[in-house]
C-alpha cells in the first residue's frame, strides 16, 4: 500500500499523510486507471472539486 500511494503522490494525483489521503488530481486518476476510478468513489465518499 505505501509504495502504491507514493507512486501516486510522486504523480501529483494526491497527497497522503498519517490516516489521510486528499486526491489533488480528480481527471488524473481517472485517465490514469482508465475510468476505474470516477463514479462510484463520489458516491461513497461525497463529492470532490477537484
Known sequence: MT???QMLE???LIH???GEITIVDRPGMI???HGAYGDEE???FGSDSS
Open 31 to 33: 485517465k490514469l486507471t
Open 10 to 12: 510522486y504523480r501529483g
Open 16 to 18: 497522503a499523510k498519517r
Open 42 to 44: 463520489q458516491r461513497h
Open 3 to 5: 509504495i502504491a500511494l
